[in-house]
């Protein structure tokens, strides 16, 4: 079963405010993701990182950013949150080297910027 | 410009009947597919997929067909049951673009609602 685990579950904050979504994995995955959804809309890729100290921007453009300095954790971190940051981010894991690969995902931070 | 598109955004059906998603693809590059559920305020979860060198792959319940030439495939849940409404997604992957460039490319979704 997978065990990624994302925190805060949900966040309301000011405009301005620094905030970091924490995402951790306890399976030894290389690779992380996250992905940013709307509500009717698919799922966007806006970072990923296949190991330690590395990190590529994704599909999305996003002021986020993101740090791979343990295997198990992939934070993201957006210096000035502002009401077109809200959305629900979802953070994911696989294994490196495997061609069909399926991504887990953790359950997601809701953020609501006012 | 999407490369993965589920047209229907909803889908109701009664309790015990069949519920066929549908999703259709672009990229002839794509040989990889997957179906993810997911309820609201809580990450998608892992279906079933399907790789190009099968049409049918079946788990339980769920069955995915793959039509490659019409590039299309579809998510047949038989019986329904009331706890299968949730928003079903619809992904895809291009392995041969190598492992390095893995991706998957998701559709908008599609919400069932399954009626008792």
């Known amino acids: 079963e997978a065990d990624i685990y994302q925190t805060p579950r949900y966040l309301v904050i000011g405009t301005g405010k620094k905030i970091t979504l924490e995402c951790s994995q306890t399976m030894g995955h290389d690779k992380m993701y996250w992905y940013q959804q709307d509500p009717g809309m698919e799922l966007h890729l806006i970072h990923y990182s296949y190991g330690v100290n590395s990190t590529e921007k994704g599909d999305l453009s996003s002021e986020s950013t993101v740090s791979r300095i343990r295997t198990e954790h992939f934070p993201l971190t957006l210096e000035s949150a502002r009401p077109s940051h809200t959305s629900q981010y979802l953070c994911?894991?696989?294994?490196?080297?495997?061609?069909?690969?399926?991504?887990?995902f953790g359950s997601g931070t809701q953020l609501s910027v006012l | 410009d999407q490369q993965v598109k589920q047209n229907s955004p909803s889908l109701s059906v009664q309790e015990g009947r069949i519920s066929i998603l549908n999703c259709d693809y672009t990229n002839s590059m794509f040989d990889y597919f997957l179906w993810y559920k997911k309820y609201p305020a809580e990450g998608p979860t892992f279906l079933i997929s399907?790789?190009?060198?099968?049409d049918k792959n079946e788990d339980g319940r769920f069955t995915v067909f793959l039509n490659k030439s019409a590039k299309h495939l579809s998510l047949h849940i038989v019986p329904s049951q009331p706890g299968d409404s949730a928003v079903y997604f619809c992904?895809?992957?291009?392995?041969?673009?190598?492992?390095?460039?893995?991706?998957?490319?998701f559709g908008k979704g599609t919400l069932l609602t399954v009626n008792p």
């Open positions: 399907i790789s190009s060198i099968k």
């Open positions: 992904a895809a992957s291009a392995s041969r673009s190598g492992g390095s460039n893995y991706k998957l490319t």
């Open positions: 994911a894991s696989s294994e490196l080297g495997t061609t069909n690969e399926k991504l887990f």
